[in-house]
T-cell receptor, first 110, second 114 residues
Framework: SQQGEEDPQALSIQEGENATMNCSYKTSINNLQWYRQNSGRGLVHLILIRSNEREKHSGRLRVTLDTSKKSSSLLITASRAADTASYFC??????????FGQGTTLQVKP | NAGVTQTPKFRVLKTGQSMTLLCAQDMNHEYMYWYRQDPGMGLRLIHYSVGEGTTAKGEVPDGYNVSRLKKQNFLLGLESAAPSQTSVYFCASSYGTGLFSPLHFGNGTRLTVT
């Protein structure tokens, strides 16, 4: 399956702590994307990292990609209660379609 | 600029009934997609369109039909609803393919089939 597998399935941390979520996949990719979903809402795009990139930053978000290990991680630094959401990785292969993982549910306690 | 708008937001159907879910985008995107989201399953692609007048099957197309008569609209039809189609349905659009472009999602339609 091309689907990304995310780890952990659920994560609970205190406000101010860092949160790390991981995504592993089995096929070769063109890019890997991370999305956030707040409860009852649609997904919102966070970061796209191409297969020839190793790291990208956006504000408090840092994404790494290791194509040799077929894995990616999303780090949220100095977490806030508003970061409470589900986070999904999505794999883009040569088909051009995005295949989503099952997501990590993050709870940030104030 | 409303982005991607889905109607209705909620719907309850009885087994065998039909309905159409409407998706509209105002970003002039070529690509549009229908996904379903089920607990523990992530998002699964039902059908997609690479431009006006075109449609293609995704991972789980059975029991659904789609049409893209206008560039801004993508309709998802259920001809004879089944309890297995109880899910949250998301429409998305993108400027280009997933090779280059992020997806923009609507807020979903929660469908229950009894």
């Amino acid at each position: 399956s091309q689907q990304g597998e995310e780890d952990p399935q659920a994560l609970s941390i205190q406000e101010g702590e860092n949160a790390t979520m991981n995504c592993s996949y089995k096929t070769s990719i063109n890019n890997l994307q991370w999305y956030r979903q707040n409860s009852g809402r649609g997904l919102v795009h966070l970061i796209l990292i191409r297969s020839n990139e190793r790291e990208k930053h956006s504000g408090r978000l840092r994404v790494t990609l290791d194509t040799s290990k077929k894995s990616s991680s999303l780090l949220i630094t100095a977490s806030r209660a508003a970061d409470t959401a589900s986070y999904f990785c999505a794999i883009s292969s040569n088909t051009g379609k995005l295949i989503f993982g099952q997501g990590t549910t993050l709870q940030v306690k104030p | 600029n409303a982005g991607v708008t889905q109607t209705p937001k909620f719907r309850v159907l009885k087994t065998g009934q039909s309905m159409t879910l409407l998706c509209a985008q105002d970003m002039n995107h070529e690509y549009m997609y229908w996904y379903r989201q089920d607990p523990g399953m992530g998002l699964r692609l039902i059908h997609y369109s690479v431009g006006e007048g075109t449609t293609a099957k995704g991972e789980v197309p059975d029991g659904y039909n789609v049409s893209r008569l206008k560039k801004q609209n993508f309709l998802l039809g259920l001809e004879s609803a089944a309890p297995s189609q109880t899910s949250v349905y998301f429409c998305a659009s993108s400027y280009g393919t997933g090779l280059f472009s992020p997806l923009h999602f609507g807020n979903g339609t929660r469908l229950t089939v009894t």
